[in-house]
């Protein structure tokens, strides 16, 4: 099995090739029709990364499924005609010369900690391709899945051996859909482990009989399944028994509380709200406890009828969590060493459907960045009066991706070979934009 | 073993298949062996009964075998057992709970079953209803498509309902699904890569452009009712609403308020046209202009009349000389049984992505299958069993990955793959519920007599003569404010007799207010308008509803029909005698006699009988569901269930509640094992259980010597360890 760990580095590529794929990677079986064509970005010279002084520990990604209005949210444009603005009025912040929409007073206050991305623009439309896009810096395929930005995290930047050892899953994903790329092509044990309800914790960590018995009947298993092991050298079938050793490791660690939420008290409960606000509540427990990675996600931002209806209500669950999680990173002085990124597949369009609703828009859109070395109180890029079209500074999904790697101090430019001996990277071709760093 | 009736039925009219020589199966194998000599592949060999047996429970029943299904087929030396047991299975009810599941999937089929609103529960039951019949693929993909009409009457209408808003995306997933073309990047533009440009989109889109989305309130008699109380009540000066009109709108809406709710809406195709939007970029025509249908390829059907379209546009998709439709659900299929596509660029790739330039991996086996398609007019079961009945299904499972790049990939047998959620689920159903295939049959019953008879009524009150209806309104109206008469004089008497804050009294009467008006206006709609009508609808056709696994139809009486939301009493009673007839034959069958343990068993069965099928839980089961970890999709998208391993998924397995009912004494499982007293017995009937196999000599020895120390206990300790064993959650 490949190990994702082991990149190309500074192994030369002829060399690498003639020593055999299956020693220099621990390959446990090469593709019938691999190809030479298949490596091409491996013929680049190997491009050194630039180097983050001072990267940020951990990372919380809030994802806002469907589509965020940027609109109706980061990218107000007060004057612009009301049949396109559809009379949301915008509020002054803590940030000089950045305004937010009526719907997010809190941020209003807590704008002095961002950097706004005005000017995101990519040209994936729909909600597979854009959110894969997202997550993944590359475009949806049909022969390979990616692997999300949490999995690169872990394999570029494995846990620190000088670090006492916990068993806490080092990439963690709450109230992902199904759609999440995970682990990509890397092991499935570098996937996010999913949260599906905040306020119920991990759900079934707890064995309902005797931890003995569990272990008698785990090793029993194991020596019952030895053959099927043997006889079956699948990826997933392997897969399964990592999960194990990671499982009852888990069951039977201390750290387990952290997915308490009761252990909060009321008024801090209160402060994040419910729903969305609980799942940035668990981040910030779980970057308490050194988990590099954690992705809360907020969906319904699918806005195509009733926008003026919808957005108030999806805006206010953002406004409540996000605001009370950069405040209270803040008072713990967690925020600098913590990156909180707020990202969605797509804008929606400045023009009003008959739906009274909005619909896709790529071509511009706005992302948030905030804490881990980023500036506060920063605005990069900018859209045209009505929010079309970027006509400052745009971004590409991928560099703002790159950008974020870069936050985290993961080598952007470090090649990584999935098991059909392709290259791919963490950011795709992205570069960092450093502008955006204090 | 139970079996259902036409379960019974289809075994004796179905021609058991012997897939002999000359059969279509036989000659995918010979194609096969041709394709191995060409490649200098060999064949892997034939697989045991038990790996056999594991693998065609799991993939046609959507469960593991129980028990003595497992030593009924592994003790059987009738030469063909395996065809016979791809005919049965595929002539059963497990068979559409899978493939139900396999198509929800494929459909994005969501169902909320309590609750109000957008449950789309109708959807469900008409694609179980399409599956249980075998309706034929071709008719089924035409009634999706071209579906009108009230979601209540013609559940196939949530198919282009659900996507309201969106037609555009709804025409994205049709041609997707069903034609294997990924049009949606057109949608905005000129698809850099492939082969299809915006305005091929919008040509194409066209031809489905123009429902809307009606309910039954505006429809025929009943709206133009409606239309006359305004219009002859407006102020005769002003033309304007007054309170009398309001009154009169409000006894309307009272009289088809049972059928008001989500359940009579529908749509309606009016063959609107459709423009380009208003950004389009291209220089072959103007933004906002008219677009003309055309098809994307293959010959564009004649449309007669623009109402038509739809249809015209349905028969076009489906007909056999379709250049993909046929394709497409061959190479669905064919990917389903072996785990490869057949006609394909790359494993790894979505079916649905049937670029015209790709190619198959064996052009006249591909071509054959897509003959044998047409020649059994799009029965899928037919189909399947043409598969399942070949050599290459029977032989082991490949034991290394598939790789990414399939193109000399030579199918020396089928793949293995982890069990779908689904199917894992299902499986742990049939171990823990004793009646696993009932679902929630009591809320089921209770909601299709209501539907029923709201059905009836409207159909009744529709069908009425509109003076009389018209009259009936105005008299309802009448015996109101009759009515009101006496509301307010209780009104003056509780104001009267009232000793407390004024805000109380305030609540007090609103309540009285509103409950009243509500009870007077239902007796009045009752009186003047459901019976009369229905008096005058004459004799009407009795209905009924389904009842549990293997009872047939329960014919509806009078006296249960009902238009309030909760099934009456007197239909509850008829049920609840049913649910104890079962509970007595339990109690027979595994000889559960003491009062003591009847009282526990019936405590058991009241969470176990909860534990539903995959295909009657809500679709998709709620976040954190057993399903949701080992990856059922969220019905956002296209096929958008994983089989990925994940941590969730063992701690699952081993501490899960539900998984934990297996422990109980009374799951099936356990009252399995407690007909046996040695221990070597149950060991076996835990292997044929989880395994669909017995141990093997290694096994044995390993077993024997672990039983000894670990004494009685030792059941419940391999129950867990076989639960918790890749073999388990794999199909090889």
């Not at chain 1, 899953?169 to 995970?182: F, K, Y």
Request: aromatic letters at 8%; a neutral charge.
């Amino acid at each position: 099995m490949i190990h994702p760990g082991q990149t190309k580095g500074s192994v030369d590529r002829r060399r690498f090739l003639a020593t055999g794929m299956r020693s220099a990677l621990g390959l446990s079986f090469v593709p019938a029709a691999f190809r030479a064509a298949d490596l091409r970005g491996a013929d680049q010279p190997a491009v050194k990364s630039p180097v983050n002084p001072k990267p940020a520990r951990h990372v919380i990604y809030l994802y806002m499924s469907g589509g965020m209005t940027h609109l109706d949210t980061f990218d107000p444009k007060p004057d612009l005609d009301a049949s396109m603005r559809g009379n949301v009025a915008s509020l002054a912040t803590s940030a000089d010369g950045i305004r937010v929409s009526e719907f997010l007073p809190r941020m209003a206050k807590q704008m002095h900690h961002a950097t706004v991305v005005n000017s995101l623009t990519s040209t994936a439309g729909a909600h597979a391709q854009g959110n894969y896009l997202m997550h993944t810096s590359y475009n949806l395929r049909g022969t390979i899945v990616h692997p999300a930005l949490g999995a690169w995290m872990q394999v570029l930047k494995p846990a620190d051996p000088k670090q006492p050892k916990s068993d806490l899953p080092r990439n963690v994903l709450v109230n992902g859909g199904s759609a999440h790329p995970g682990a990509g092509f890397f092991d499935a044990r570098y996937g996010p482990l999913l949260i599906g309800d905040p306020r119920r914790g991990l759900a079934d960590a707890t064995h309902r009989g005797s931890m003995d018995d569990l272990s008698y009947q785990l090793d029993l298993s194991a020596k019952l399944s030895a053959d099927f092991r043997q006889t079956y050298k699948h990826r997933e079938v392997q897969a399964y028994r990592d999960m194990y050793a990671d499982a009852v490791a888990l069951m039977k660690s201390e750290d387990l509380e952290v997915f308490d939420l009761d252990q909060e008290n009321a008024k801090t409960r209160q402060r994040y709200g419910s729903g969305f606000g609980d799942g940035c509540l668990l981040a910030r427990r779980l970057v308490e406890r050194d988990v590099p990675f954690v992705e809360v996600h907020l969906g319904g931002w699918d806005t195509h009828d009733k926008n003026f209806l919808k957005v108030p209500e999806r805006a206010n669950q953002l406004d409540q969590g996000l605001a009370s999680l950069l405040e209270d990173l803040y008072e713990r002085g967690l925020l600098d060493e913590t990156l909180v990124v707020l990202a969605t597949e797509f804008g929606r369009t400045p023009r009003i459907n008959a739906n009274d609703g909005r619909d896709h828009h790529p071509a511009s859109f706005t992302c948030l960045l905030a804490g881990g070395g980023v500036k506060g109180g920063f605005r990069y890029g900018r859209t045209d009066e009505s929010a079309s079209n970027v006509i400052e500074s745009p971004m590409e999904i991928a560099d703002f991706n790159a950008t974020v790697a870069y936050a985290a101090g993961l080598p952007v430019r470090q090649i990584v070979y999935s098991s059909s001996m392709r290259p791919f990277s963490v950011a795709h071709k992205g570069k960092p934009v450093t502008e955006l760093f204090a | 073993m139970r079996f259902s009736i036409p379960f019974i039925l289809a075994l004796i009219l179905l021609p058991i298949a012997h897939a002999g020589d000359g059969s279509p199966s036989r000659k995918i194998d010979s194609f096969i062996a041709e394709l191995h000599a060409k490649k200098g592949v060999t064949a892997n060999p034939l697989a045991t009964d038990e790996v056999f047996l594991k693998r065609i429970y799991l993939e046609v029943a959507g469960r593991l075998p129980s028990a003595s299904e497992a030593r009924s087929f592994l003790d059987s030396d009738r030469p063909l057992k395996r065809e016979q047991l791809v005919d049965q299975l595929l002539a059963s009810d497990d068979y559409s709970h899978n493939f139900f599941n396999y198509w929800a999937d494929i459909l994005r089929v969501t169902v909320k079953r309590k609750g109000s609103g957008g449950g789309y529960g109708e959807f469900a039951g008409y694609l179980m209803a399409a599956l249980r019949e075998n309706r034929p693929y071709d008719q089924m993909v035409r009634e999706m498509v071209a579906a009108q009409g009230l979601i209540a009457e013609n559940g196939a209408a949530v198919y282009t309902k659900r996507d309201f808003a969106m037609p555009l995306d709804n025409l994205a997933s049709t041609v997707r699904v069903f034609l294997g073309v990924r049009l949606e990047c057109a949608q905005c533009h000129d698809d850099p890569f492939g082969e299809w440009t915006q305005q091929d989109f919008y040509k194409m889109a066209a031809y489905s452009y123009g429902f809307k989305n009606v309910s039954s309130r505006s429809k025929g008699s009943i709206g133009r009712v409606h239309k006359r109380l305004i219009d002859n009540h407006l102020d005769p000066k002003t033309g304007r609403r007054v309170g009398e009109v309001n009154a009169l709108d409000r006894t309307w809406k009272a009289m088809v308020a049972p059928w008001s709710s989500g359940h009579t809406t529908g749509t309606r195709f009016n063959g609107g046209q459709l423009r380009l939007p208003h950004d389009y970029q291209y220089d072959d025509a103007k933004p906002e202009s008219p677009v003309k249908p055309k098809t994307i390829f293959g010959e564009a059907p004649e449309i007669d009349h623009p109402k038509k379209r739809i249809d015209r546009y349905a028969e076009w998709m489906t007909a056999p000389e379709n250049p993909t439709f046929t394709r497409v659900i061959v190479n669905r299929l064919w990917e389903r049984v072996f785990g490869v596509r057949l006609h394909a660029i790359s494993a790894a790739e979505k079916i649905d992505d049937m670029s015209l330039d790709s190619e198959s991996l064996h052009p006249e086996l591909f071509e054959f299958l897509v003959g044998q398609m047409r020649t059994h007019r799009y029965d899928l079961r037919k189909f399947l069993g043409i598969l399942y009945k070949s050599k290459l299904y029977q032989r082991a499972a490949n034991t290394e990955d598939t790789p990414p790049d399939i193109r000399e990939y030579a199918f020396p047998g089928p793949v293995l793959k982890r069990a779908s959620a689904e199917q894992i689920w299902d499986s742990l159903v049939s171990l823990i519920n004793p009646r696993p295939n009932d679902g929630d049959w009591v809320t089921r019953m209770g909601l299709e007599v209501r539907l029923g008879a709201l059905n009836e009524y409207h159909h009744a009150i529709s069908n009425w003569d509109e003076d009389l209806l018209y009259d009936a309104i105005l008299r309802i109206r009448k015996d109101m404010k009759a009515e009101q008469v006496l509301i307010d004089a209780r009104i003056a008497q509780i104001t009267k007799d009232h000793q407390g804050s004024k805000r109380e009294l305030g609540e007090k009467l609103r309540r009285l207010k509103k409950a009243e008006e509500f009870v007077g206006q239902r007796g009045f709609v009752e009186r003047h308008v459901y019976q009369p009508a229905l008096a005058a609808a004459g004799p009407r056709a009795r209905f009924s509803v389904r009842l549990p696994d293997g009872r047939g139809e329960l014919e509806i009486r009078e006296e249960w029909k009902t238009l309030g939301s909760k099934p009456l009493p007197a239909f509850m009673n008829h049920l609840n005698q049913i649910r104890n007839e079962f509970i007595q034959q339990e109690f027979k069958r595994h000889e559960i006699s003491r009062s003591n343990d009847q009282r526990e068993y019936r405590r058991y069965r009241g969470s176990a009988t909860r534990v539903y099928r995959a295909a009657d839980l809500d679709l998709p089961a709620p976040p954190g569901h057993f399903m949701r970890k080992f990856g059922q999709a969220d019905r956002q998208l296209i096929e958008n269930s994983t089989r990925e391993a994940s941590l969730i998924q063992p701690l699952a397995l081993m501490n899960e509640r539900t998984v934990d009912l297996l422990r109980s004494r009374f799951s099936p499982l356990s009252l399995a094992l407690a007909r046996t007293a040695a221990m070597e017995d149950k060991i076996e009937t835990i292997y044929l259980s989880l395994l669909a196999r017995r141990p093997t000599a290694e096994e044995w020895s390993i077993l024997k010597q672990e039983s000894q120390q670990r004494g009685e206990g030792f059941a419940q300790d391999l129950v867990a360890a076989l639960l918790n064993t890749g073999e388990f959650l794999f199909v090889r």
